[in-house]
């Protein structure tokens, strides 16, 4: 995951209206995001599919007046995407859950965190193509 003090700020920032309308923004970008770093038709869809299920954790923890932000930390062969809401109470993640279970599997790490006035997912997917970290 990102480490706030080698990488202080998000490469890309997308903020949105914590609303799931906008979900398929969030979907779109982190594929044109991994494009760009050219992973393989198949793991930019892995990542579509795993930023959504972020979303579907995020969304229903959100404060009425919050904001979805999405926050993309790009580099050779990886991409970490953080989504997070503006929460005052949130529940915490749901390791059993199936959006958990999907976007787990599909990401190479991924991670919850219910603190701080927020409940944020982060996942890092790494490309499959030979060299491509390197």
């Known amino acids: 995951m990102p480490d706030p003090q080698a990488h202080p700020r998000a490469d890309v920032e997308l903020r949105l209206p914590a609303d799931g309308v906008y979900v398929s923004v969030v979907r ?6 991994a494009a760009r770093l050219d992973f393989l038709i198949d793991d930019i869809e892995d990542l579509r599919i795993a930023v959504g299920e972020a979303c579907a954790m995020v969304l229903p923890e959100a404060d009425a007046d919050s904001d979805l932000v999405c926050s993309y930390y790009l580099s050779p062969g990886t991409l970490t995407v953080r989504v997070a809401v503006t929460a005052g109470n949130p529940s915490g993640p749901e390791y059993d859950s199936f959006a958990w279970q999907v976007l787990s599997t599909m990401a190479t790490r991924a991670e919850a965190d219910a603190s701080g006035g927020q409940f944020s997912v982060s996942l890092t997917m790494e490309s499959g ?6």
């Open 28 to 33: 779109t970008t982190t594929a044109g995001l």
């Open 129 to 134: 193509v030979p060299g491509a970290g390197s």
